[in-house]
């Protein structure tokens, strides 16, 4: 750990950027536990229960060791490359532009389609306080339209007001969760542990391990937001791993602390489990609080994804794989305000698409097709690691040379399973998605060609070659030898 905070730093560019470094080490702490705490953790324990039962906690300390890899990958490269953009950075780094606009278009369209689902997921929650935002779509659609444009409004302010409410949301969701894991532990019933593994261990453990892999999703956000990042040498690798590392602790601890408390045929059909360890522990109902503390989750992790959907279009668009649009920033706020916006209005247009009768099955469409695009980056960052650890060995320290290829690769390994364990109607659908963006690609380098004015075309050629001295030859003359007619 120690060494990877304290390896060589690459050379910064000599522009300065056009970002304003804002988020200090714990605004970028709280963007990586804020990203991969949203609604889901919520209902994991039934869904794990009835999936696997309690061996689902080794499925847990599996992806969570996978998690920790990949945090080691991104603390490497965070470092080494401390640019805006994350796994798109280090992708087109390793293997060029056409793997880079690859990384950066699936990534982007799976930020703004998973709000999608956020936003939903938050108007569940709310509903439980206003009943009618479960009967009524239109209601529910402008509630949630409303929501996605106060944060992105937010978020054109500045990162600072971003990275604030970020900050507040992470407290309000990790400490409840972290209080019921801890004090969980004392109200443990053995026999509730038991069997340990009914269904079986090894067809469990693959069952439960896939559910539990995508609450490690947003692990990298800190790299994303690099030049946002105070000291991001220091910084980013600090965050991705105390962010990683914390979460997966609460994670394991939570569900066996749930998982001790209620018995397994009831953990199984909970719809609320942490609300029912709640009234177990302390007494009383606590639905509607357990409520508040998901409705926190969401809204911090909705406000995280909308901070990282403007910065992986605004990085391809520096390097021209984007409309250079997209790389705009405003002069005062210092923020890409068109790649915010421009993402929030595909938002808004999914979110309409859930609520109209006969276009939610489109809707549910996007969403599978961006899942995968959340997952191929990882690989795509292991990879580069090994590969930029070959070609460029003074980005990092060849001491640990061995150690960094070992997680490296094991880290690939761990993506490559994800991706496969994410299913055959996931994985399908995701190629589709990346195979869509070959249009794009070939589009935006044929507007940058023609773009291209002669004289740069011309600034590019290689120089002439210099005239050869003749000794008096002309055009037509007969050649002799050097040494004259023998």
Excluded: C
Aim: proline share 6%; no cysteine; aromatic share 12%.
């Amino acid at each position: 750990m120690q060494e990877i905070l304290e390896a060589p730093r690459a050379t910064r560019p000599s522009s300065a950027p056009k970002l304003k470094r804002s988020m200090g080490l714990w605004m970028a702490t709280a963007l990586v536990i804020g990203n991969m705490i949203g609604s889901g953790v919520f209902l994991l324990p039934s869904s794990l229960a009835g999936a696997a039962g309690p061996v689902s906690i080794v499925a847990w300390i599996f992806t969570g060791a996978g998690a920790l890899l990949l945090a080691l990958v991104f603390a490497r490269l965070g470092r080494a490359l401390p640019r805006t953009g994350g796994p798109y950075v280090y992708a087109r780094r390793a293997f060029g532009d056409f793997i880079g606009f690859q990384t950066a278009w699936g990534y982007w369209i799976a930020a703004w389609a998973g709000n999608a689902a956020i936003t939903v997921a938050f108007i569940g929650y709310l509903a439980v306080f206003w009943p009618q935002l479960g009967t009524h779509n239109l209601l529910a659609a402008l509630v949630g339209i409303a929501v996605i444009w106060l944060l992105t409004f937010v978020n054109i302010l500045g990162i600072r007001q971003g990275a604030q409410v970020q900050f507040i949301t992470t407290v309000l969701k990790f400490v409840p969760l972290a209080i019921i894991a801890v004090v969980g532990l004392f109200f443990i019933k053995g026999g509730n542990l038991t069997p340990f593994a009914p269904h079986g261990t090894g067809k469990a453990i693959s069952a439960a391990a896939p559910l539990t892999l995508w609450a490690f999703i947003g692990l990298e956000s800190a790299t994303v937001t690099a030049e946002e990042v105070k000291d991001p040498e220091k910084n980013i690798p600090r965050a991705t791993m105390i962010g990683t590392g914390v979460t997966t602790l609460v994670y394991i601890v939570a569900t066996i602390a749930i998982m001790g408390i209620i018995p397994a045929h009831t953990l199984a059909n909970s719809t609320s489990p942490f609300a029912d360890a709640a009234g177990v522990m302390f007494g009383g109902s606590w639905d509607k609080v357990i409520a508040l503390v998901a409705m926190a989750a969401t809204f911090g992790a909705l406000n995280g994804w909308i901070i990282l959907q403007g910065r992986v279009p605004m990085a391809a668009a520096e390097d021209g794989l984007f409309p250079e649009q997209f790389a705009k920033v405003h002069g005062e706020r210092q923020t890409p305000v068109f790649g915010l916006v421009v993402s929030s209005v595909l938002l808004t247009g999914l979110m309409l698409m859930n609520y109209t009768k006969g276009l939610v099955d489109a809707f549910t469409f996007v969403i599978l097709l961006a899942t995968l695009t959340t997952l191929v980056p990882y690989a795509y960052s292991a990879a580069a690691q090994a590969y930029l650890y070959v070609t460029e060995r003074e980005l990092f320290d060849r001491k640990l040379f061995a150690r960094d290829m070992v997680i490296a690769t094991l880290a690939f390994a761990y993506s490559i399973w994800a991706i496969t364990g994410s299913g055959k109607d996931i994985i399908a659908k995701g190629f589709v998605l990346l195979l869509a963006g070959i249009p794009v690609y070939v589009f935006v380098k044929w507007w940058q060609r023609r773009q291209t004015s002669p004289v740069d075309v011309l600034a590019e050629l290689p120089p002439p070659v210099p005239d050869l001295p003749t000794n008096g030859y002309k055009h037509g003359d007969e050649l002799q030898p050097a040494g004259g007619v023998r």
